[in-house]
């Protein structure tokens, strides 16, 4: 493990548990607010409303320093801590025979399915994504786009499976079609970045019905072109 890709792994172990915690917080709020305002609005007697208000926050700070203990006892030494003692990292080696793209669906960034050969197809998918496509030739900054790749490695921790980087180090080339996700189609959301699946790019949407996953072709030009050649 390189200083950078140790960098990217503590900053991820830090973003992961802060994210964590914000959602217990929120979602707890939501839980125990009803009966604040029932409170407030149904009943007049000041002391039960101090009596609510204290609860609710007595029940934020519990939740809170619970998870910090949670994040503290599973999340460092069951998986970032124990990669930052091995400074190990797992590196997968891809040739890509052709690909294609997945429309963003609710932030959760680019996709893209890469034939690998032997009738399997890669399935990555994240925002880190946008920083390497190929998209009309140029990224926002005027980088050419180096992805999708003949040959690219993935960097990932092998314990946390935090994504440490991508290298690509063959010749990009463009989609060969691009895919949109149907609103309400919420079994897209299994597949996870890294996962392999038996099929080919000419049968995709007939290879995902069988896991009950839809997807249809998309208007959107912008990251079509020819496949790796």
Partial sequence: MNPQERAALLAGSGNDATSARVWVIIWSACILLPAVIQSVW?????????????????????????????????????????????????VLRVRAKGAVAVEEVEDLGLSFFLDVGDAQLLFLTGQYLYELACDIGEDEVGRP?????????????????????????????????TYRVPRREQRFFDLEDGQVLSGTLETLPDDLRKFGIRIEPSSAQGLQSTDAG
């Fill in 42 to 90: 149904g009943h007049r007697d000041v002391s039960r409303v101090f009596v609510f208000a204290t609860a609710l926050m007595a029940g934020i700070a519990i939740i809170e320093r619970t998870w910090k203990g949670w994040i503290k006892k599973f999340e460092a030494p069951n998986a970032y801590r124990q990669d930052l003692e091995d400074g190990k990292v797992e």
């Fill in 145 to 177: 786009g180096v992805f999708p790749n003949q040959q690219f490695e993935i960097i990932r921790a092998p314990r946390s499976r935090r994504l440490l980087g991508v290298e690509c180090r063959g010749q990009p080339f463009r989609p060969s079609s």
